[in-house]
């Protein structure tokens, strides 16, 4: 079956229901990524259909995997939702210090620009900040003044995965927010109860992040599995991945219908939910970029 496509919200923007997540480019997922390993999976990213990416300022030392996107795009430039983030900057290995005086975070946008080879991202979103850090009148009106300017389609928030963060969601009209980015998943279901409502009610674009639980919903992990120094994973609780696994085993014995991939199925159990625009999940390969673009034959369609 053809990709699926949403709109992001008011945006007008198109968005593949399946994007590509590119953290793993940073090279913090257990392995290095070169640009022909990129352009692979960009390249079967775009054959099928899927036309949108998302990435962040810190993903890897000196914005490593937008220079690799940049790269790999070859002037393909129109054919992507190109989504960013800003406010952090890489200090190593799951390492990070935050950037956000308007300042900082202009100069991100110019460096993020030049990473990504191109003259505007089409969502540049504020990146798992604070309450303190996001209700700043002059850090708005500094990226407000940005997409005037062109360098900016649409400004997002990816909200922390600590908590809810009701508070910015529901600001996201005052600030000129037209997306929200969260985490979302089938063991982690806290939006579902305010946050994804606060979305529909202003027509807020959603992208779910995470969607496959740090690969926990893909069915092929066992209790007592050991993630290999390098990977984040690695340094997970390891009480709570313990006990992650074996929730996920319980779900694909339970509630994935026999003959169906889970991973396939957890990306488009997130999609059942009409406020989420796109899932966002990783993919170490081209392989994996085909069996990712593959649920969305288990969507309904619109």
């Known amino acids: 079956m053809p990709m699926q496509y949403r709109e992001l919200g008011k945006t007008g923007l198109k968005a593949s229901v399946i994007g590509v997540g590119t953290w793993q480019f940073g090279g913090e997922w257990g392995r290095d ?49 190109l989504a960013t983030k800003f406010g952090h900057e890489y200090r190593g290995y799951n390492r990070r210090d935050t ?13 993020s620009l030049s990473a990504l080879r191109t003259d505007h991202v089409d969502l540049y979103q504020f990146h798992s900040g604070n309450d303190e850090e996001f209700f700043r009148e002059d850090l708005w009106q500094a990226l407000n003044n940005q997409v005037k300017a062109g360098k900016i389609r649409h400004l997002g928030v990816s909200i922390s995965s600590q908590g809810e963060n009701l508070a910015q969601v529901e600001a996201c009209g005052r600030f000129g927010i ?17 946050v994804l409502p606060a979305c529909a009610s202003q ?13 926990y919903l893909s069915g092929k992990y066992k209790p007592g599995h050991v993630f290999p ?23 694909g014995r339970d509630e994935v219908p026999a003959g169906v991939d889970m991973a396939q199925w957890a ?8 406020e989420v625009t796109a899932v966002i999940p990783g993919c170490k390969d081209p392989e994996q970029v085909e069996r990712n673009a593959a649920a969305a034959d288990l969507v309904a369609g619109p």
């Open 267 to 274: 990306l488009a159990w997130c999609l059942r939910r009409p």
């Open 99 to 111: 950037a956000w005086s308007p300042a900082e975070v202009i100069a991100q946008l110019e460096a």
């Open 178 to 194: 037209s997306a929200v980015q969260l985490v979302y998943n089938r063991l982690d279901r806290l939006p579902e109860a305010r």
């Open 229 to 251: 120094s390098g990977d984040v994973r690695a340094s997970h609780n390891p009480d709570k991945a313990r006990a992650r696994i074996e929730a996920a085993i319980a779900i």
């Open 33 to 81: 990524y070169t640009l022909p390993e990129a352009e692979a999976i960009l390249g079967r990213a775009r054959d099928l259909g899927i036309n949108l990416i998302d990435t962040a300022e810190c993903y890897g030392p000196d914005h490593l995997s937008e220079s690799l996107i940049g790269r790999a795009l070859g002037g393909r430039r129109e054919h992507w939702i």
């Open 203 to 215: 027509g807020l674009g959603v992208l779910a992040r995470v969607p496959l639980a740090s690969g």
